[in-house]
């Protein structure tokens, strides 16, 4: 069975530095694009930052521009998400997501990440 699990989440500071991973099993790793979404309370699903199945392409929202990295190992199963200069803005919960295609999609649970003084 597909498992995505993030870790990695919890409460930092403004300003700080948090680095989520995601570990993946049951799937072709390597087949798949990963992105990372979040979800704050009573706002939508939001895209947060991808990278396709080899590496060599990433894409980030405009607000995480500059701030967050998205990389992968696929030699680990893994992809993180590594994200600088905290706001509390980004407060929410984040989703890892592996894609194949247009149809085959699956997700992690999500993790919390909460930014506060």
């Known amino acids: 069975q597909v498992q995505l699990v993030e870790s990695g989440g919890g409460l930092v500071q403004p300003g700080g530095s948090l680095r989520l991973s995601c570990a993946a099993s049951?799937?072709?790793?390597?087949?798949?694009?990963m992105s990372w979404y979040r979800q704050a309370p009573g706002k939508e699903r939001e895209l947060v930052a991808g990278?396709?199945?080899?590496?060599?392409?990433?894409n980030y929202a405009d607000s995480m521009k500059g701030r967050f990295t998205i990389s992968r190992d696929n030699a680990k199963n893994t992809v993180y998400l590594q994200m600088n200069s905290l706001k509390p803005e980004d407060t929410a919960v984040y989703y890892c997501n592996a894609k194949r295609g247009s149809f085959i999609d699956f997700w992690g649970k999500g993790i919390l990440v909460t930014v506060s003084s």
């Open positions: 990278i396709s199945s080899g590496g060599g392409s990433t």
């Open positions: 049951g799937l072709s790793f390597s087949m798949y694009a």
